[in-house]
């Protein structure tokens, strides 16, 4: 599977927020990256690691 994404890039994550949404926009990337909830706007960091477990496909680069 490929999992390159970019600043900018929407996500799709293995769970979803508890929200009902499971579609994130990536906002920061770093060591930690920063995500961003498409339906109720909150913002989350995971470490880079645990990001790259949860995600499961990258829809729009």
């Known amino acids: ?4 994404y970019k ?4 996500v799709t ?4 927020h ?3 949404e499971n ?3 990536i906002v920061r990337i ?3 990256i920063k995500i961003k909830c498409l339906k109720c ?6 470490p880079r690691i645990e990001f ?3 995600i499961k496909k990258v829809i729009a680069v």
């Not at 994550?13 to 979803?16: A, D, G, T, W, Y």
């Not at 706007?41 to 995971?46: L, P, S």
């Open 7 to 10: 600043l900018g890039s929407i």
């Open 52 to 54: 790259n477990k949860r």
């Open 23 to 25: 579609k994130w926009e």
């Open 41 to 46: 706007g909150r913002v989350v960091m995971i």
């Open 13 to 16: 994550m293995k769970k979803e």
């Open 18 to 20: 508890p929200c009902g």
């Open 1 to 4: 599977m490929d999992k390159s």
């Open 30 to 32: 770093g060591a930690d």
